[in-house]
């Protein structure tokens, strides 16, 4: 009786295994462009935002066991396709998306500039009803980096590179593993 | 006594499996949901070869959470279902973002809190475009086909519409069926009439 309890229980773990790993996932998603050497400068559009927002992402994707560095440059207005790769704020009324990361064209990377939509509001400190700037920053330096949103709520919702975001979420300024393997892969 | 014995190891067992059925069920409903949205998106933004001599650009835009269709019901301003007539060319805006609009002949309105005429054309300003010579690529923003008949769940801009929840909130209607992406469900592909029906329910509880 004791073989066949541990029979059934066994078979269904052994279910569980195989529906939860049928399927290819991405550990990361990589769009193939890179950074010339292994260092960013960012500049600053953020007037009355603490310039710490930012640079805690930035030692966060530094601090991943990569070569690579993000540095803080100064303040720059910013201005579209200028040489500056520049994180701004504005206010973006006709699109829902929270914050919006445009590259350039090329194989290796020249210019990226992040803008936060003002249209929401936006906090420093996990609070319930804004988005966190930290959390979100974290993303999108990612982005920087060339790394591609995931939208697997099941094997991705708790990496940085998760593509959807919650108000109050902080659990993008600290990345996952594979959010780890991805800069390790591209650096 | 040893028959009773049996019959309440039995029934444990079968209960314990049963459970662990179910959550496997849930874990793997949740894990096909996610992996249709990440095709979904892949499918809607490389579809063709990039023409020779063409550059691609890449915009990512990250966007609010709980992308269901009751979230994005109760957020659009519009709900219409209507015919892609126009898909205009591309242009940027002076944060250089690059939008191109299309215009939708509306069939039938579901909400319509900012009272659009019956029979006006609708402009959707949508991210990406092709602009001399260089391909805007914007993943997370709905791409619309000439005629294509759809289903878009719409909000208020500074001057035209723009699709809420930028990709998730629009669906192509074909053979009186509504496909498209949504976080409950992954993949939907269902009677436009059951569609239908769902979105008036959720904006009718609000």
Redesign the interface.
């Known amino acids: 009786?004791k073989h066949?309890?541990r029979w059934?229980?066994g078979?269904?773990?052994a279910?569980?295994l195989v529906?939860?790993t049928i399927?290819p996932?991405?550990a990361y998603k990589y769009?193939k462009?890179k950074w010339p050497t292994n260092s960013a400068g960012f500049y600053l559009d953020i007037a009355g935002w603490d310039p710490a927002l930012i640079q805690g992402p930035a030692s966060t994707w530094n601090n991943a066991g990569s070569p690579f560095r993000f540095k803080l440059k100064g303040h720059n207005v910013?201005?579209?396709?200028d040489g500056y790769s520049t994180i701004g704020r504005?206010t973006?009324?006709?699109?829902?998306?929270?914050?919006?990361?445009?590259?350039?064209?090329?194989s290796t990377v020249t210019e990226i500039?992040t803008?936060f939509n003002m249209k929401y509001g936006w906090g420093c400190c996990a609070e319930s009803d804004l988005y966190d700037v930290r959390n979100?920053m974290t993303?999108?330096f990612g982005?920087w980096l060339v790394l591609?949103?995931?939208?697997?709520?099941?094997?991705?919702i708790n990496k940085t590179m998760y593509?959807?975001?919650?108000?109050g979420?902080t659990k993008k300024r600290s990345l996952h593993q594979d959010d780890i393997n991805g800069i390790n892969y591209i650096y | 006594m040893e028959k009773e014995k049996v019959y309440i190891l039995g029934g444990v067992g079968v209960l314990i499996l049963g459970g662990v059925l179910f959550f496997a069920g849930k874990l793997y409903v949740m894990q096909r949901n996610g992996q249709e949205i990440q095709a979904y998106m892949q499918e809607n933004v490389a579809p063709a070869p990039v023409p020779e001599g063409y550059l691609v650009t890449e915009m990512q835009a990250s966007l609010p959470a709980e992308a269901t269709t009751k979230n994005i019901a109760n957020t659009a301003n519009l709900i219409v279902r209507g015919k892609v007539t126009t898909i205009g060319e591309a242009y940027s805006d002076q944060l250089g973002f690059v939008y191109h609009n299309v215009i939708i002949q509306p069939e039938k309105f579901y909400k319509n809190t900012t009272q659009v005429q019956q029979n006006a054309d609708i402009t959707v300003k949508v991210f990406g475009g092709t602009k001399d010579k260089e391909i805007f690529r914007a993943l997370d923003a709905p791409r619309f086909a000439q005629n294509e008949q759809v289903f878009v769940f719409l909000g208020k801009g500074e001057k035209d519409y723009y699709v809420t929840y930028e990709i998730f909130g629009k669906l192509t209607i074909k053979d009186n069926k509504v496909e498209g992406i949504n976080q409950e469900q992954g993949r939907v592909s269902e009677k436009l009439s059951d569609y239908e029906k769902k979105v008036v329910e959720i904006i009718g509880q609000k």
Request: a negative charge; glycine letters at 10%.
């Open positions: 009786m066949r309890l059934i229980i078979s269904g773990f279910i569980v529906m939860t399927a996932v991405y769009e462009q910013y201005k579209p396709n504005y973006l009324t006709d699109t829902d998306a929270i914050a919006v990361t445009k590259g350039q064209p090329g500039d803008i979100v993303h999108e982005h591609g949103d995931l939208y697997n709520i099941f094997t991705d593509g959807l975001i919650g108000k979420e």
